[in-house]
């Protein structure tokens, strides 16, 4: 069987999305956003997508690869989305796009290499994945786990906090730094190798705000008497499928309920217009975000590893 690996070309898109659509069952992913991503790519040395190609030419393979460089750390290379389809699990292919997005990684710089690999039903291959990377010398070093619910199944909204309000994040559209620094702020609190909101603004609007999968309308920002201290971001299809991709309350305002509020109120915000399932993920560490989650009803559906080697 003859396999190429080679850098994704826009014509590939309409073939691997269907790919990684099925491959990852409880993400978000359109294919407006996956050619989104491609376009930003050919100006971004830092992420790259590989595919496997087979010798009539169909895409069977799929991976992507981040290079983090952070002022004060040591450059680290996070390889993720690893998509192969049924007939080529298990016949080398995890292995070439693996050895690949290695070379890639290791040739920009990274000290450290990590990969994301799931169990079944987040990722479908993701045990097969899980012994290439111990086969190549990978170690588990943190999980997250993988929670969905049905919004139909949704408890009511508790009370709003004493002096709160809720935007809806499209109110911001004229300036939404204020939504960024509280992004940024929360997100050094995140547990997590991989976690955390762009540094600079400019990076953050462009990778953030206009993201094509993010849901501005059903994504909400918490003011207590008119301060901005929290919020709760979401991904969407813009059909059926809703995916938090942070929440977070700044310190000095935590354990008084605003997030799990936030979140509630997005939730059935999102509900209302249409969506019908919601996912998230947490690190097993997070235990406050993991019972506010299970508090809305979501359920852990299973367990995303990330796996780390040192290069050389």
Known sequence: MTIQIRALDRDDVPAAFPLVHAAFPSMVLTEEAMLWRHDRERTDDDRTT???????????????????????????????????????????????????????L?????????????????QHGGP??????????????????ILGVDLADLPDVPPAPPGSELCAWAEYEGDPRTLYDI??????????????????????????????LSDLDVSQVLLLDGTPVAISCYLSDGDTRLESSMTGTL??????????????????RAR???????????????????????????????????????TG
């Open 50 to 104: 590989l595919v496997a190609v087979d010798r009539s030419g169909a895409v069977v393979g799929l991976v992507r690869t981040r290079l983090r460089r952070r002022e004060g750390e040591e450059p680290s290379g996070i390889t993720y989305l690893m998509s192969v389809d049924p007939a080529h699990r298990g016949t080398g292919v995890e292995d070439r796009l693996l050895e690949a997005a290695e070379r890639g």
């Open 106 to 122: 290791v040739g920009a710089g990274a000290v450290t290499l990590r990969v994301a690999a799931a169990d079944e039903a987040i």
């Open 128 to 145: 097969q994945l899980r012994r290439v990377l111990e086969e190549h010398g990978y170690e588990q070093s943190e999980s997250d786990a």
């Open 183 to 212: 992004d940024r702020i929360t997100g050094e609190d995140e547990p997590g190798a991989v976690s955390g909101a762009p540094q600079r603004y400019e990076d953050w609007y462009e990778e953030i705000w206009r993201h094509p």
């Open 251 to 268: 310190r000095e305002y935590r354990g008084r309920g605003l997030a799990g509020y936030a979140k509630a109120a997005a939730l059935h």
């Open 272 to 310: 209302d217009r249409g969506f019908t399932r919601a996912f998230t993920g947490n690190n097993l560490v997070n235990e406050p975000m993991l019972a506010i989650n299970r508090s809305l009803g979501y359920r852990t559906l299973g367990t995303e590893d990330l796996y780390v080697r040192p």
